[in-house]
């Protein structure tokens, strides 16, 4: 059974622009849930998708959005990016939205911003 | 507010010893508490998970001991190996909520061999 898969692995960005970021869960898992990691603030919870609806979103700004497909993958954007806003970026996938029961994570997109 | 504070942010063991993970929670809302190990250049991945209604729950090397009125867990890696070596994350959430896992900010391990 494949993991929870993100691509890219890595990307670099300038400040100003903006990124779209893939997630494709596990066969049958129907809740994607996003976090970003820093060195700083650690891990923080972005938002949670189930049934391309999102549940809940963590406290980010409005340039951080994202979206789910009917087939559970799921984007998340970020826009006019800020040199803060370098991190791994990660996504976890579950069979239902679960509150974080069950997560398995996918190995990251790691963000810089120059 | 940082909700799950975690203790100490790094320690080295000797291979053999046992390594010991101290996590404190403050919402008593939350009803799950797992442990993550993040190797560099992958996502966490689950190692142990824990229920308030037990006080501790054992698998393998891995333990979890819960203390729901001090609020508090911890994790305890015995006979720690070198592969052992790695960042591990506390964790907590109310199942089936919609704010995700809070995050201890986590323990960089070290198992000299």
């Known amino acids: 059974k494949a993991g929870v898969t993100q691509t890219p692995r890595y990307l670099i960005k300038t400040r100003g622009q903006q990124v779209t970021l893939s997630c494709s869960p596990i066969s049958g898992h129907r809740s994607v849930s996003w976090y970003q990691q820093t060195p700083g603030q650690g891990l923080q919870f972005l938002f949670e998708?189930?049934?391309?609806?999102?549940?809940n979103k963590g406290n980010f700004p409005g340039r951080f959005s994202g979206r789910q497909f009917s087939n559970s993958r799921s984007e998340m954007n970020v826009s006019t990016l800020e040199l803060g806003d370098s991190a791994l970026y990660l996504c976890?996938?579950?069979?239902?939205?679960?509150?974080?029961?069950?997560?398995?994570f996918g190995s990251g997109t790691r963000l810089t911003v120059v | 507010q940082q909700q799950v504070k975690q203790s100490p942010q790094s320690l080295i063991v000797q291979k053999g010893g046992i390594s010991i993970i101290n996590c404190a929670y403050e919402n008593t809302a939350f009803d799950y508490f797992p442990w993550y190990q993040q190797f560099p250049g992958k996502g966490p991945a689950l190692l142990i998970a824990?229920?308030?209604?037990?006080s501790e729950k054992k698998e393998g090397r891995f333990t979890i001991s819960f203390n729901k009125s001090a609020k508090q867990f911890s994790l305890h890696i015995m006979d720690s190996q070198p592969g052992d070596s790695a960042t591990y994350f506390c964790a907590a959430s109310m199942r089936g909520g919609a704010d995700g896992l809070t995050f201890g900010k986590g323990t960089h391990l070290i198992i000299q061999p």
């Open positions: 998708y189930f049934s391309e609806t999102q549940r």
């Open positions: 976890a996938s579950t069979e239902v939205a679960s509150g974080g029961y069950g997560y398995t």
């Open positions: 824990i229920r308030p209604d037990v």
